[in-house]
Structure formats: structure tokens, C-alpha cells
């Protein structure tokens, strides 16, 4: 196989994995007063409070977005937001105990999931699949100085922007 070939394979199996995988999580959470953005917020709190950027970040969505989605959880009593006392601008969040439980029941019930699938896949080939999806993990970690410097070499936003019509400052284009 040539590397064209298994270039364009990669990518169609992260495209096609990708969505999948959050299909499979709209479907899972379809019964449960949080989406799927809210479900990321929520795991990430679970290894302790964070502030609004840094839970941005690890949520991997814009900060202005994320307010939305925190003012939410908090409404269903699912998260507390506190200012820090010697820095009143940073916004500090944590998972109160009803969110760790919603958390903890959706946790189970995604092992469950996996569980069933993997059992689809042949016992001979789950190892070799689970250090496959880690290396890939690691592999596109934004952390990563090898995956940022192939990104900043690769990605070529200009040629983007020229086919793209320009946002006016203050307005969001349609679409």
C-alpha cells in the first residue's frame, strides 16, 4: 500500500471515528438533562476544580462557550462557581456531589458500552488495538511538540481564509 493510500485511510477512519463516537454519546446521553459538551466538562472536573481557561482548554471549546455551558450545569446544581478571594476576575469551578453521581452513573454506563463492543472484536486483536488508540492519543496531544510542530508547518489557514468570506468585526458570518 502506498503512503497516499494510508494517508487517506487514517483519515477517513479518525473522520468517520470521530463521529461516531459522538454520535454514540448523544445517543447514550439522549435520555439525561446534559449533553455531550457538558459530559466533557463534568469528567474533566472530576480530577479537582479549574479555572474557566484551564477547563476551556481540556474541554477543547472557546472560553465564551464554555460560560454557557458552566451557567447550565450550575443550574441543575451539577457544578459551584466561586471567584478566587485574591483574584476576583479568575472563575474558579468544581463538581458538587450530584454532579459526581450523574458522572459516576454515566461513567458505568460507558464501560458497559465498551465492554460489549470490545467483545466484538476478536481477543486476539484487543491488545494490539488498545496501544493503537493510545498511541494515538498521545500522538495528537495539543501538548505534543511533535503534533504542534506538524501543525504549525502543515495548516495553511490563509488559503482557507482567501476561499472563506471574511467575518465583520462584531458579526458572526452565516452558516
Not at 493510500?5 to 435520555?31: D, G, H, I, W
Not at 447550565?72 to 463538581?95: A, C, F, P, S, Y
Not at 505534543?144 to 476561499?163: E, H, K, P
Amino acid at each position: 500500500m502506498n503512503n497516499n493510500s494510508m494517508v487517506q485511510r487514517t483519515y477517513q477512519a479518525f473522520t468517520y471515528l470521530s463521529r461516531r463516537v459522538s454520535r454514540l454519546m448523544r445517543e447514550q446521553l439522549s435520555p439525561c438533562p446534559i449533553t455531550v459538551q457538558q459530559c466533557y466538562a463534568l469528567e474533566s472536573l472530576m480530577d479537582g476544580p479549574k479555572s474557566m481557561s484551564t477547563l476551556a482548554e481540556d474541554v477543547a471549546i472557546h472560553q465564551s462557550t464554555l460560560t454557557r455551558i458552566v451557567e447550565k450545569l450550575e443550574k441543575q446544581g451539577l457544578v459551584e462557581r466561586t471567584r478566587k478571594v485574591n483574584n476576583q476576575r479568575m472563575v474558579v469551578v468544581q463538581i458538587t456531589e450530584t454532579g459526581k453521581q450523574i458522572h459516576d452513573q454515566l461513567h458505568q454506563e460507558s464501560l458497559k458500552i465498551i465492554s460489549a463492543l470490545l467483545d466484538q472484536i476478536p481477543v486476539s486483536q484487543r491488545e494490539n488495538l488498545l496501544c493503537a488508540l493510545e498511541a494515538v492519543v498521545k500522538l495528537i496531544d495539543p501538548e505534543n511538540q511533535t503534533f504542534r510542530s506538524v501543525m504549525n508547518s502543515c495548516c495553511n489557514t490563509d488559503m482557507i481564509a482567501g476561499i472563506m468570506p471574511m467575518k465583520k468585526a462584531g458579526h458572526e458570518s452565516a452558516g
